[in-house]
């Protein structure tokens, strides 16, 4: 739906006011979710000049809005021969660099036959409030609908025609999403391993930070078992029959440590590429500048992967639809029922955690409750309602610098480093999952897959990538490390984007905890507030 349409000839007056009547369009057409209006005002008004400068003040320009699925976006648009105002040259460099710095990256196409010079560019908007799990919630619904259909249908219709349709199609899809992960997590970590600088920087801030973090990962895991056992999710036959379960451990994290560096690619063995990628992160993290081309390419790639799977992310509630009606066909709607188990294994597994993590603040710092936790609830409370840590990013500097006053170097690096690195109750949500889905579809457990389990839970949650669908990312390595069956993986996205909509919270408290602590340990904080 076209929602602005303009032609003039673009002088000052025109431009200036095309820009304050396309800001006040967008706002209205987006129902006020535009990410940045500054960077859409620039943005705008630097193509129109460039527009102007390229084809002068004669010609007329047609600006245009249009709004669709896909989102929001604007077209600028002038007739004549094929001249691309978007081509830099080197005293317009700083201009366009600005655009990129503000994640705004047009685009130039010329349609031959209109003659048509033709800009065009997405408008960044926030995500809509439960906009995923309102589709996941149609996708179920049509999934239920379309099984009820299928009892109407003749025996040889179903088994011949929809269950291998259904199946084929969740297969394809399911493959396109795990070739995507692997490459998608080793630029993930490497990049992650790049930001922190020179490892002279991370020093004992940074190793003491880091060591704070591994103790809570470790109750967290503990807190997961403790909390599944009850449910009957682990046999012991293997104990039971004389096996050595150390030893059988012991080659599980063998296994981990590839043999090259080029076979864990090609056989996707997930776990591998990640111990690849953190030791190539730290060699270019050591050599520096010396790589940085390399860096640069790695980065690249990372972005362009990035941007691959949060498009292939908007197939999610299709995947589920295809995923969670090929499960009701196959008979096992009796055992998704225990998915529940899940949420209970989570929540109190999260519970202990959090408790645990503020009875360690207390000691530490030696503060009442009242003192630790009132500071912390603006920005909890912005990541309850918004299920993001970045959204609540300036308020949790704001409680950390102004209220604890921890050295503003220390947030500065360690809040940015947990956002990405620090999700303990991430790794309880997906362990659970993971270990939950391998009971239904192949029964419990033995205790090697278990603590496998655990250790793989910690990796993959310090290595997701903090994206949207990041979880999705990592849940082929879970699911390869516990066995559990590939068309258990819309059942995990279902009960991991429920779920999953209160682990920034979650998380995001327990970090700044862990901020105060390794501040008060290190003397990063004011002496009157240690």
């Known amino acids: 739906m076209i929602f602005l349409d303009k032609t003039d000839r673009l002088t000052n007056e025109v431009i200036a006011a095309w820009v304050k009547d396309a800001e006040s369009a967008c706002r209205q057409a987006s129902k006020d979710r535009m990410e940045n209006a500054t960077s859409f005002r620039l943005a705008l008004e630097e193509i129109l000049l460039r527009f102007r400068d390229e084809f002068g003040t004669e010609e007329e320009c047609r600006l245009k809005g249009v709004r669709n699925t896909a989102g929001i976006r604007f077209e600028i648009s002038l007739q004549g021969p094929p001249r691309n105002p978007l081509a830099v040259s080197t005293d ?16 130039y196409a010329y349609q031959e036959k209109r003659s048509l010079n033709l800009v065009t560019y997405q408008v960044a908007l926030k995500p809509r409030k439960n906009g995923m799990l309102i589709h996941l919630g149609y996708a179920l619904v049509l999934a239920v609908l379309t099984y009820l259909l299928s009892r109407l249908l003749p025996g040889s219709v179903k088994e011949g025609y929809l269950i291998p349709l259904i199946a084929g199609l969740f297969g394809k899809l ?13 630029c993930a970590v490497i990049s992650g391993i790049g930001g922190l600088g020179d490892v002279n920087s ?9 060591r704070r973090m591994m103790v809570t990962y470790l109750i967290a895991a503990a807190a997961m078992v403790l909390f599944g056992l009850p449910f009957g999710l682990v046999s012991t036959h293997a104990a039971a029959a004389g096996e050595n379960v150390f030893t059988d451990i012991l080659t599980v994290v063998l296994d981990i440590i590839p043999g090259n560096l080029v076979e864990p690619f090609r056989v996707d063995n997930d776990l591998q590429v990640i111990v690849i990628a953190i030791f190539v992160g730290i060699i270019m993290l050591i050599l520096g500048s010396r790589v940085q081309r390399i860096r640069e390419i790695l980065d690249e790639g990372g972005a362009l992967i990035n941007r691959m799977m949060m498009a292939v992310c908007k197939l999610l509630p299709l995947f589920v639809y295809l995923g969670i009606t090929n499960i009701l066909l196959s008979d096992r709607l009796s055992q998704i029922s225990s998915v529940i188990t899940v949420f209970v294994i989570t929540l109190a597994g999260a519970a202990v955690t959090i408790g645990i993590t503020t009875i360690r603040t207390r000691i530490v710092t030696g503060r009442p409750l009242s003192w630790i936790v009132k500071a912390q609830i603006p920005s909890l409370l912005i990541n309850l309602t918004t299920s993001s840590q970045v959204s609540a990013m300036p308020e949790s500097m704001k409680c950390c610098k102004d209220k604890w006053h921890i050295n503003e170097k220390m947030v500065d690096f360690g809040l940015p480093f947990g956002i990405v690195v620090y999700m303990p109750n991430g790794a309880i949500m997906l362990g659970a999952t993971a270990w939950v889905l391998s009971v239904i579809a192949t029964g419990p457990v033995d205790v090697t897959t278990l603590v496998k389990l655990a250790l793989v839970s910690i990796i993959v949650a310090i290595a997701a990538p903090p994206i949207p669908g990041s979880a999705f990312a990592v849940l082929p390595i879970l699911f390869s490390a516990c066995g559990t069956d590939a068309s258990m993986m819309p059942l995990a996205i279902v009960v991991g984007s ?23 340990k290190t003397g990063n904080i004011s002496p009157e507030e240690t």
């Open 498 to 520: 429920t779920v999953g909509y209160l682990l920034p919270a979650m998380n995001g408290y327990c970090l700044q905890q862990e901020l105060l602590m390794t501040a008060c």
């Open 202 to 210: 991370i020093g004992k801030l940074g190793a003491t930070l880091i």
């Open 174 to 186: 399911s493959s396109v999403f795990s070739a995507l992960a692997t490459p998608l997590i080793f």
């Open 92 to 107: 317009e460099e700083l201009p366009y660099e600005l655009l990129s710095h503000l994640n705004i990256k047009p685009t």
